[in-house]
């Protein structure tokens, strides 16, 4: 006996009925990223380990949640938990930074792999859809970048979202703020949990997204990065906020939004649901300017931005909000087999998939009543009859269900006789 084999924790199979809504919203992100001229990129689902982990990284993500792994003794490799590293690998790989026009504007959707605790929300193996606008560095940039992800959420018709946003400043501004938060936890630290206690050394900011800790008195009066801004990092985020208010797009300013990655820069912002369906994995999209990336890659000194859409949490929130997706395509014809006319059927079906028809036929001999309940369950158009009789005339019966009405025509006649009716059919409804 088999074991009862099931899907590995904290993934799922995505069956018809879903993955028929899934390439609705896919079509519909496809679209936007045209309309704003970004272009697709696929990058490998794993890539060297140290793509994704740089020196002194403080991340969970990059911590704990990597899913490493070493064949026969080489190097060591990691499923992608993100794809803002790998794309700009590629940027860097290919020289795209030597291209005439810049920015490089590139898109991608695909898995990414985070050992997390599974739940609402939250997998191990998710889809993201994100966008990376690199070369060139302008706050129209990074407000142009909300605008596309907000937009897709808008297009898709859901209405309960809100724009979180910060800045992280430039490398001085940080080092500065460092400086102030190791000030302020020097007494409590040590009644941190064991994470804070090593971020605390490592990188102070992260002490702010810690998950355990948010309670802590300590907690409560953190100094704010907006006092240790440079003035030009304020002037930078003033900007950003300027163009946002341009676009009408609403936003929250969150001193408090640090981003759980390390290559943050300058703006970051994060999109939430605030539907009480989206529960405690609220946020839908999220991202941030990164100014010292491509250079890390080998590439020269260039900034980008982008952001990344958990796409499972945004059919969580499409159901919450009872958008309407994709129901299943009826057909427009079905050929049934009446006696013994051999291949007929399925030869018939592939002349009218050939010409674009939606098309199945009936495979095992079945009567006329229990054909006719197929037509009406997949909700058909056209009903094709190949009988025994019309087919040693090399004929057919045609019947079109919405009128009731049959004809028999000459096998050879069959796609214009389709054409003829469903182009009609459309005039009809135009
Ligand atoms: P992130 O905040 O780690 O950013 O992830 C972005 C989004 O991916 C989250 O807001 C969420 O919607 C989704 N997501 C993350 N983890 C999971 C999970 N375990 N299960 C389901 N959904 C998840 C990034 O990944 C950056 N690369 C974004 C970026 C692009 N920054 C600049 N460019």
């Keep these: 006996m088999m074991e009862n084999y099931q899907t590995p924790r904290g993934t799922q199979d995505l069956l018809p009925e879903a993955t028929r809504k899934w390439q609705k919203v896919e079509d519909l992100i496809r679209n936007l990223c045209d ?80 050992y997390e605790r599974p739940q609402k929300g939250r997998y191990r193996q998710f889809n993201q859809f994100g966008i990376e606008n690199i070369g060139m560095k302008s706050p129209l940039i990074d407000a142009e970048v909300i605008a596309l992800g907000y937009s897709i959420v808008k297009a898709l018709g859901l209405s309960q979202v809100k724009v979180l946003i910060n800045t992280l400043g430039d490398d001085e501004s940080r080092a500065a703020y460092r400086g102030a938060l190791r000030e302020h936890f020097k007494d409590s630290v040590s009644e941190l949990c064991a994470d804070c206690q090593r971020r605390y050394e490592q990188n102070p900011l992260r002490l702010l997204d ?14 704010s990065l907006q ?36 290559y943050y820069t300058h703006t970051v912002f994060e999109v939430v649901s605030t539907h009480p ?22 590439g020269p000194e260039m900034s980008g931005v982008g952001f990344a ?5 945004l059919m969580i929130l499409a159901e919450a909000e009872q958008v309407e997706l994709g129901e299943e395509d009826s057909l427009d014809v079905y050929v049934m087999a009446l006696g ?76 214009a006789t389709l054409d003829a009716y469903f182009q009609a059919e459309g005039e009809e409804e135009a």
């Design 35 to 114: 309309v704003y001229g970004y272009e697709e990129i696929r990058t490998p689902v794993f890539e060297d380990t140290r793509v994704f982990k740089r020196e002194n990284d403080s991340s969970d993500m990059v911590n704990k949640e990597m899913y490493t792994f070493s064949v026969h003794g080489e190097d060591s490799l990691t499923l992608r938990p993100e794809g803002t590293a790998g794309v700009v690998r590629s940027f860097v790989q290919h020289k795209m930074y030597g291209r005439l026009e810049m920015p490089a504007k590139l898109y991608y959707m695909g898995e990414m792999f985070r």
């Design 210 to 223: 810690c998950k355990v800790d948010n309670e802590h008195p300590s907690m409560q009066n953190v100094p």
């Design 227 to 262: 006092q240790y801004l440079t003035p030009e990092s304020k002037a930078y985020f003033d900007q950003v906020l300027a163009a946002l208010d341009a676009l009408e797009i609403p936003y929250e300013i969150d001193d408090k939004l640090v981003r759980g990655l390390d």
């Design 309 to 313: 859409m958990g796409l499972e949490r």
């Design 277 to 298: 369906e989206s529960g405690s994995q609220a946020t839908v999209f999220a991202g941030g300017r990164y100014d010292g990336l491509v250079e890390y890659f080998g």
């Design 340 to 415: 013994n006319v051999g291949t007929l059927p399925l030869a018939l079906a592939t002349e009218c998939r050939a010409a674009g028809y939606h098309t199945e036929f009936n495979i095992q001999p079945r009567s006329l009543k229990a054909q006719f309940k197929s037509v009406d369950r997949r909700k058909a158009r056209v009903a094709v009859i190949a009988g025994e009789s019309e087919a040693a005339n090399h004929q057919v019966n045609v019947k079109f269900i919405e009128q009731q009405r049959q004809i028999t025509i000459d096998q050879d006649e069959l796609v």
